[in-house]
């Protein structure tokens, strides 16, 4: 076989570029153990930047009777009860999921069907208290 023979069964890479790409980089087609996963560290990290909304509320309510008073206004406005019902749910899933990382530790639920049923766990047992939590919010 000659070198020049060789050049007719190289693929075109003109071709090869003009085909679509489609990268499928959406966190729904992974499976529930990489959702909660990512869904524990997005939590974590609301978690942290809403620490210092957190501090303000708190340092409002504690400063006088008349902060208690804009306290309670600013709480009874919906977007902040929303706002805090996201980070209710936030910290109902980190720490349900944390639980379940804890258990995968120590080796316990660590195969496939284990770790799919503790990962629907984690989603429903969040979800369940966050509503039942947030009832008592609004």
Do not use: Q
Not at 21 to 43: D, E
């Amino acid at each position: 076989m000659k070198v020049s023979e060789g050049l007719l069964y190289m693929p075109d890479l003109a071709e090869k570029k003009k085909r679509p790409l489609w990268y499928n980089l959406s966190p729904l087609n992974l499976p529930v153990p990489g959702l909660v996963s990512i869904l524990h560290r997005a939590s974590g990290a609301v978690l942290f930047l809403g620490l210092v909304w957190f501090l303000f509320l708190l340092d409002m309510s504690l400063a006088s009777e008349a902060g208690f008073a804009r306290f309670r206004g600013y709480v009874g406005h919906p977007l902040v009860k929303l706002a805090l019902l996201g980070f209710l749910w936030a910290y109902l899933h980190h720490f349900c999921a944390g639980i379940r990382y804890l258990f995968l530790d120590i080796d316990k639920g660590v195969g496939l069907p284990a770790a799919r049923a503790s990962s629907y766990a984690v989603l429903a047992v969040s979800l369940a208290l966050t509503a039942l939590l947030g009832m008592k919010l609004w």
